[in-house]
């Protein structure tokens, strides 16, 4: 009886000491985190893909959650827009965004489906870059100007746990 006891200690035991260690830690949350809004026409929601017609600006959000029990530290985002692919103009473009915190990194895409038949390129829309969110660095509830670092990558600081920011910029459809 006692060895059972002392068994079912040991394994409750266990099972604690390796639940914390789990969960020790901020952790990014991967998945569909770039996605693209037609901001001219409107119309659907955020998602991957986007159609657009030449002249229509398209906003891009990047999402950087942490799903971890603890503070996620400095977190940096990135978007682009010069490294589309394929670099010049196309039917179908692939815009890229990042997110790392420390040691980790993800990558994610969202694609812009030209429709009206010609090739186009995707030019960065200036000042128009915002964060949505709460950390050590930034207090953007509501959203606020960021500048134009996103191109270049920002440090958005300290996410805490179960907690997002969102960094949105627009670009335009161009040739």
């Known amino acids: 009886m006692k060895f059972i006891f002392g068994l079912i200690g040991t394994i409750i035991f266990t099972l604690l000491i390796l639940g914390t260690v789990a969960h020790a830690a901020g952790q990014l949350a991967g998945g569909d985190f770039m ?10 929601t955020w998602g991957d893909p986007v159609s657009a ?3 229509e600006v398209i906003e891009f959000r990047i999402t950087a959650r942490n799903e971890g029990d603890q503070p996620l530290e400095h977190v940096q985002i990135s ?3 010069t490294g589309q692919v394929p670099p010049g103009p196309s039917q179908s473009l692939v815009i890229t965004g990042r997110i ?4 980790s990194e993800l990558t994610d895409t969202a694609t812009v489906n030209i429709t009206g038949g010609s090739e186009q390129g995707m030019t960065y829309a200036a000042g128009h ?3 949505n969110g709460v950390t050590n660095l930034y207090n953007c509830p509501s959203t606020c100007n960021i ?8 440090e958005v600081g300290t996410i805490q746990p179960n907690d997002f920011v969102e960094v949105t910029f627009k670009a335009f459809v161009t040739n």
């Open 129 to 131: 870059a915002r964060l």
């Open 79 to 81: 978007g682009s827009t």
């Open 35 to 44: 996605q693209a809004f037609n901001n001219t026409t409107q119309s659907g």
């Open 53 to 55: 017609q030449p002249g």
């Open 100 to 103: 790392s915190a420390g040691a």
């Open 147 to 154: 500048g134009d670092g996103v191109l270049g990558g920002i």
